[in-house]
């Protein structure tokens, strides 16, 4: 992902983190606006558009789990969340209203912008799971239809179902994949690249979360199979637009 024409806000009331982060990111190219707090990214978002979130979740005011909520119910602006590493209902919580990704405070420089570079390649160009061979499809399952040029997915019932980036690569990975068990650490080697840590648990709530979207039971017995001791299983047969 180029940062050519990428700006990325930064919401961060600790100032020199704010600074460190601001300066980390322009120095590789990307525009970067910094935002103390909500009211300063409200405007700033007024004025452009912005393509990714850095967000502090411990804000002064309104905090980052309520503007996560009210950035995902507008549109398709990624979201990095930055929370201490104690967090971790806050981590979860900010992952199931649809952040993209988190990163624990401290943070290491390369891995924060390999974690940029990941969501933005994600959400706004190639993803991991893509080759270059493969252009835009339309997979149809089960009366469910996702067009991956769009990034569209239509429910059986004609319902337009809104995806995360995450959410997105994911189904992406199981639709050309079918009836075929996928390890956890495939999963995430293919939707958040080589520096996903094993213990990472992205994967387990964007899996919950789309579960929820594709109306499966809590069970994990419809269309994302549960396999013990193997992984995760798309159940229902893929076909695509053309019958191919």
């Given amino acids: 992902m180029s940062p050519d024409n990428t700006f990325i806000a930064v919401v961060e009331d600790d100032s020199e983190i704010r600074d460190l982060t601001v300066g980390l990111l322009a120095r590789e190219g990307y525009e970067v606006g910094a935002c103390p707090d909500v009211p300063a990214y409200d405007r700033l978002a007024a004025r452009r558009r912005i393509d990714l979130v850095l967000l502090d979740l411990m804000l002064p ?3 980052g789990l309520s503007l996560c909520r009210r950035l995902r119910a507008q549109g398709e602006t990624a979201i990095l969340m930055v929370t201490a590493r104690a967090d971790e ?3 979860v919580v900010g992952l199931e209203i649809g952040a993209d990704d988190y990163l624990g405070k ?3 420089p390369r891995e924060l912008l390999a974690r940029v570079k990941a969501i933005l390649r994600r959400t706004r160009g190639e993803p991991a799971w893509s080759s270059p061979a493969r252009g835009a499809e339309v997979y149809l399952f089960q009366g469910w239809r996702l067009d991956s040029g769009s990034r ?3 429910a059986p019932d004609r319902r337009e179902i809104e995806l995360s980036g995450g959410e997105f690569d994911l189904l992406m990975c199981l639709v050309t994949h079918p009836q075929r068990v996928l390890s956890r650490d495939q999963l995430l080697d293919w939707t958040r690249g080589r ?5 990472d648990r992205t994967i387990d709530v964007q899996l919950s979360r789309l579960r929820r979207k594709l109306g499966d039971p809590a069970g994990g017995a419809g269309l994302i199979r549960t396999v013990r001791g193997g992984g995760y299983m798309l159940s229902a047969p893929v076909t695509t ?3 191919r």
């Avoid at 520096?195 to 213990?199: F, G, H, I, K, R």
């Fill in 152 to 154: 569209d997915l239509t």
């Fill in 241 to 243: 637009e053309g019958g």
């Fill in 106 to 108: 401290p943070f290491n």
């Fill in 195 to 199: 520096n996903a840590a094993p213990y």
């Fill in 89 to 91: 209902i806050d981590r």
């Fill in 61 to 63: 005011g309104e905090d």
